[in-house]
């Protein structure tokens, strides 16, 4: 026998009065200590028939019961009278006052499935997973551990699921890499569910971990069993339970190749009992060499040669960015460059050109400018990029239209347009700069633009003085924003009254911009925030804008930026209502009704996490309170009483 490993476990053993026990621990292995007779006396602290923790029970006419099922052991030898079982013992030694432990050396950790899942992971790139380790995901949560001690990955614990999910879903849409959303069985799996939804309809990808009730009790109604390949099939297009004889490193490549080339949700669930098996001897981790291929896919010739002549032929084309393009506007600006028009950003795709650009005419639709719906109004051609025409938008159809998408399910969605290009947008939009060919038919439209920003800049002057008493208007609060952030500072928008006025005021440099389009799920800012601080590893200034409603939501997760020293710089629009829904029931002729909020002070809710919690009443307050948050070194929030009306 292997010499014992000694454990202090008791710095005092007065600590452990006569007649009573508790739980210690001795490396990884919990102990239930007696005191019972004089004497101390060390236990395994699991019962053998249910695994209840006999450190939590308590001795009764001279016999430890287990404190979940009743079951009775001598509290020294471990025997159960009048039994063959009992619990396993182990040796104790004094020293001074101190207790020690003897155990056997721990052995050698083995390579589970779950170890050969998650390097699998981390091999394929994915450095961040967002979630709660629980009793039925440890085996998982273990192996995440130890990828994280080798500098391989970052786990970020938050304070509920649904954060864990929109943190992940925006750390895809920044960066198109999927990032990790991890939970329990049951309720915690399916507080994923928004998050998960947030992210397939805006083509994010996502790669989603869920723990899972032991395989022989699936489908008994376990405690906290859920059939959970049955409830998310709507929503993961790649959706699996990991079983024990799996491909398992194959099958973890399958769902990250699936979130990345489809731009989808990839699901796993991994019951208990599978987690800690240990892997074959043959099972080895995968990497994504010679698994994934170029998605560089150029449109076919006819589909390019009619969108060339309609773009040869038009007078005044205009160019609408959606999301989709987010990664490939520098062939779109400069092809808009050679054609001197007009660039409109759909509301999410605000920030992908610059306001400040010649040809930059922000947001078209309903959170946008005035300048971009002229431009829409006149123009003879649209060249639409990565947009799918919602109805948010309002990317007129009567005006003919050439469509590019990567995705031939988005062409023609909505109505029949003149010419559909299937193609990776980036070749596309550089295949066209190559090929048109008229350009002296075209109008310089640049001094146009210009003049059509300074009307809208004295309109946004005039008001930021608007002042009814009841707060700061929301002109002055994103003018300030505006001049003060950093110029590529990445900004995270929910959804409300506070994203229209988002939309329509704050003037884009740099920045990117996150939000929940197609969802348009309240209370996305703040963990959006946090998944983008993960995805550019503090390299970049993170801004969270938000209504009171919004940021009640997830409010707990400004606890999770303090506990990572996140440094997001958070603002809420506070007017104590929801105002977008009570303006929707007054436009429908509706009573105002339960819409009006009452709320904590945000600022003092701040101080008291550990950030830096700030106020601000008045407008010409603003820029000096915004300042001091964004100097601030760590997580700043600022709390703006507004005017409900100015919006």
């Not at 967002?130 to 001690?149: I, K, P, T």
């Not at 994934?292 to 589909?303: K, L, N, R």
């Not at 009570?582 to 904590?600: C, D, M, S, Y």
Request: a negative charge; charged letters at 20%.
């Amino acid at each position: 026998m292997s010499q014992l490993t000694w454990h202090k476990v008791l710095d005092n053993k007065e600590e452990l009065k006569e007649g009573r026990v508790m739980t210690v621990w001795a490396g990884h292995q919990g102990i239930c200590l007696t005191h019972f007779e004089g004497r101390y006396s060390a236990l395994n602290n699991a019962c053998p028939h249910q695994g209840g923790p006999l450190g939590e029970g308590s001795i009764e006419n001279g016999l430890l019961r287990c404190p979940w099922h009743g079951w009775d052991y001598h509290p020294c030898h471990g025997k159960a009278p009048g039994f063959d079982d009992g619990v396993e013992t182990y040796e104790i030694k004094m020293e001074g006052d101190s207790v020690y432990v003897g155990l056997q050396p721990e052995k050698e950790h083995q390579t589970t499935i779950s170890d050969i899942m998650v390097e699998t992971m981390t091999n394929w790139g994915i450095d961040s997973v967002f979630g709660m380790v629980g009793h039925s995901n440890l085996g998982v949560a273990d192996a995440l551990r130890r990828q994280e001690e080798k500098g391989r990955l970052a786990f970020y614990g938050v304070r509920h699921e649904g954060a864990a999910s929109f943190a992940a879903s925006a750390y895809g849409k920044l960066t198109g890499r999927p990032a990790a959303c991890f939970a329990i069985a049951g309720p915690g799996a399916t507080n994923m569910y928004t998050g998960m939804w947030d992210a397939k309809v805006d083509r994010s990808p996502l790669l989603v971990l869920s723990g899972q009730v032991d395989t022989q009790v699936v489908g008994t109604k376990n405690f906290q069993e859920l059939d959970l390949i049955g409830a998310f099939q709507t929503v993961a297009g790649f959706n699996h339970r990991v079983l024990e004889d799996s491909k398992h490193a194959y099958l973890m490549s399958l769902a990250i190749k699936n979130a990345i080339l489809r731009r989808d949700v990839s699901h796993l669930t991994f019951p208990d009992d599978i987690q800690t098996r240990k892997a074959q001897d043959w099972e080895k981790p995968h990497t994504p060499e010679g698994r994934i291929t170029s998605q560089d896919i150029s449109p076919p010739i006819a589909s390019l040669e009619k969108a060339v002549s309609m773009i040869d032929s038009a007078v005044s084309p205009v160019i609408v960015v959606g999301h989709g393009a987010k990664f490939n506007m520098e062939a779109i600006i400069k092809f808009a460059e050679k054609l001197k028009c007009p660039v409109v950003t759909t509301f999410k795709a605000k920030g992908q050109i610059s306001d400040h650009h010649p040809l930059g005419c922000g947001v078209l639709g309903r959170s946008g400018t005035p300048i971009a719906s002229y431009f829409m109004n006149e123009a003879d051609l649209l060249i639409v990029f990565g947009a799918s025409f919602s109805k948010h938008t309002g990317i007129s159809p009567k005006i003919p239209t050439i469509q590019v998408d990567f995705d031939p399910m988005a062409l023609s969605k909505h109505h029949e347009i003149e010419c559909a290009v299937y193609g990776e947008i980036g070749i596309t939009a550089e295949l066209f700069l190559k090929h048109i060919k008229q350009l002296n038919n075209k109008s310089d439209r640049t001094e146009q633009i210009t003049n059509r920003w300074n009307i809208w800049k004295e309109e946004k002057a005039k008001r930021r003085l608007d002042d009814r008493g009841q707060g700061v208007n929301a002109a002055a609060i994103f003018d300030s924003l505006s001049r003060l952030v950093d110029e590529d500072a990445i900004m995270c928008a929910d959804v409300g009254n506070n994203a229209y006025s988002f939309g329509r005021y704050f003037e884009c440099r740099n920045n990117r911009f996150l939000m929940s389009g197609y969802l348009g799920s309240i209370g996305f800012a703040f963990p959006a925030a946090m998944g983008a601080w993960a995805a550019v590893k503090g390299k970049q200034q993170i801004i969270a804008v938000a209504g009171d409603g919004g940021f009640g939501q997830y409010l707990a997760e400004l606890n999770t930026a303090v506990k990572y020293n996140m440094p997001i710089k958070t603002f809420i629009i506070n007017n104590f209502e929801i105002g977008k829904i009570a303006k929707e029931q007054r436009a429908g002729h509706f009573e105002v009704w339960q819409t009006k909020l009452t709320n904590p002070s945000f600022a003092d809710y701040a101080n008291n996490c550990g950030a830096l919690g700030l106020k601000v009443e008045k407008n010409e307050n603003l820029d000096q309170v915004f300042q001091q948050a964004l100097n601030h070194n760590g997580p700043a929030l600022v709390e703006i009483i507004s005017d409900v009306t100015l919006f």
